[in-house]
C-alpha cells in the first residue's frame, strides 16, 4: 500500500474554486493510477475522477464534467482536483485513493490505499 494524505479542504460560496492536493509516501507512486472519490452525508461514496499513471487518461463522474480537473505530478508523489464552478451538491468528504494497476476505475473496490478525507463546503 501506499499512504496518502489529503489537504485542500474547506468551505466556499457556490461558484467559486478549490483545489485538493494528494501526498503519497511509501511505496511506488508512479505505477499507480489515482482517483478521488466522494461521499456526502448519508450517501454512498461516489466515483469524482481518475487519472493513470503516465497522467494521459483521465476520467470524471458526470456530474463534475467540465468543472473538475484532475492531475498528479509523479516526481513530487502528488496528485490534485482542482474544482471550479462549485454547487452544493459537491459538498461532502473528498478521498484520494491509488490502485494497483496503472489504468483509471471508477469502482472504489478497485483501489487499495485511501487517505483520510478532506471535507468540502459549498453554501449556496
Known amino acids: 500500500q501506499v499512504q496518502l494524505v489529503e489537504s485542500g479542504g474547506g468551505s466556499v460560496q457556490a461558484g467559486g474554486s478549490l483545489r485538493l492536493s494528494c501526498a503519497a509516501s511509501g511505496r511506488t507512486f508512479s505505477r499507480r493510477a489515482m482517483g478521488w472519490f466522494r461521499q456526502a452525508p448519508g450517501k454512498e461514496r461516489e466515483f469524482v475522477a481518475g487519472?493513470?499513471?503516465?497522467?494521459?487518461?483521465?476520467d470524471y463522474a458526470d456530474s463534475v464534467k467540465g468543472r473538475f480537473t484532475i492531475s498528479r505530478d509523479n516526481a513530487k508523489s502528488t496528485a490534485s482536483l482542482q474544482m471550479n464552478s462549485l454547487k452544493p451538491e459537491d459538498t461532502g468528504v473528498y478521498y484520494c485513493?491509488?490502485?494497483?494497476?496503472?489504468?483509471?476505475?471508477?469502482?472504489?473496490?478497485?483501489?487499495?490505499?485511501w487517505g483520510q478525507g478532506t471535507q468540502v463546503t459549498v453554501s449556496s
Open positions: 485513493a491509488a490502485r494497483l494497476l496503472a489504468i483509471t476505475s471508477s469502482k472504489s473496490s478497485d483501489y487499495d490505499s
Open positions: 487519472i493513470s499513471w503516465t497522467g494521459g487518461s483521465t
